[in-house]
């Protein structure tokens, strides 16, 4: 009798021991994104990452794969609703590609007159709804992070739409960003951001839009030096997960993960507020390239010729969102 309860002593004893390290095992989340490990989006994935395995205590752990080195850019999206990884950070716009065109809203020029009137909107009812709308494509939309308010490198001083009259200019391949350059005068080159500084060196184009940083970390020279702070439209990231895999995490799991976003969301913004803004003091200091600071006249000129572009695209995008967009706005700023 004590040689049974002995044997069923040591077993009860291995037993709770291989459930204790079964329960240690954690929760692998495959993390797969576009840029470098040292970019703004890159370093505050790597700060999600450890925010997260932090307040999970080990629970979550999360593994980073930087510059495409699962899948191409294409195939992400397509990787995540399949569950090959489980997060990514696309840039908004690339959801319209899913059937979405709701995410084209923000390539609006001058929608968003800056980063508090833009973060009322992503961090409210309006950008909760917008996530909403991936649910049915097995994708969970958990948080928005910026890249910046995007300005204009060109081979020619620009002080008002009208010097951009006849130009090559660059924009990525969108409805929206073809109709603004057409707006402005110019004409569409519609190429991806990498062959950009290629094609500004060898007269392909004579002007391209995106976020100072993008700019400075492909090293501009006197082939295209000036740069009009413009800051028309936003570039922006969400932060998504697979649906599947999110609604099998135990709730408390997803409670951590959730405020993790959040809080590293913060960080992301201010770093890439900040990148933006080094890199353009630093494009200054180089005397390679003339930053041109439109004045508040210049400004509005600007976007009074870019307006017409929230109208035309109302049936593309939705005029009601756009309508409640610029109506919460406009409230805000009444209060």
Sequence with gaps: ???????????????????????QVPIVIKFSH??????????????????????????????????NT???????????????????????????????????????PYLFPDSNALHRITQGPIGRD?????????????????????DILSTKPLHQPADLHGLKM??????????????LGAIPR????????QSLRHGAIDAAENVPSVFYDNKPDSSHNYLTLTEHGYIGYAIVVNKKF????PAELRSQLTSAINETGNYANQLARQKNDLDVAAMTASGK???????????AQWRQVLLPVQTEMGTRIGKELIDNINKTLQEAQTH
């Design 130 to 150: 917008l996530f909403k709308k991936l649910d049915t494509k097995s994708i969970v939309g958990l948080g928005y992070w910026d890249s910046g308010f995007k």
């Design 170 to 183: 660059q924009g990525p391949p969108s409805k929206v960003i073809e109709t603004q350059i057409i707006t």
């Design 246 to 249: 999110w609604d099998g995490l």
């Design 70 to 108: 699962l899948f191409q850019d294409k195939d992400e999206l397509e990787a995540l609703q399949l569950g090959a990884i489980q997060m990514s950070a696309p840039a908004l716009t690339k959801l319209s590609g899913l059937g979405l065109r709701e995410f084209d809203v923000f390539e609006l």
């Design 1 to 23: 009798m004590r040689r049974v309860t002995h044997y069923a002593l040591i077993f009860a004893l291995l037993t709770t021991h291989a459930f204790n390290a079964i329960a």
């Design 289 to 299: 390239t003339t930053v041109i600071r439109l004045t508040a006249a210049q400004k």
């Design 34 to 67: 576009d840029v470098s490990a040292t970019s703004p989006k890159g370093l505050a994935i790597q700060r999600l990452k450890e925010v997260s395995e932090k307040i999970t205590h080990g629970r979550i752990r999360i593994d980073i794969y930087p510059s």
């Design 190 to 197: 519609l190429i991806p951001a990498a062959d950009v500084m």
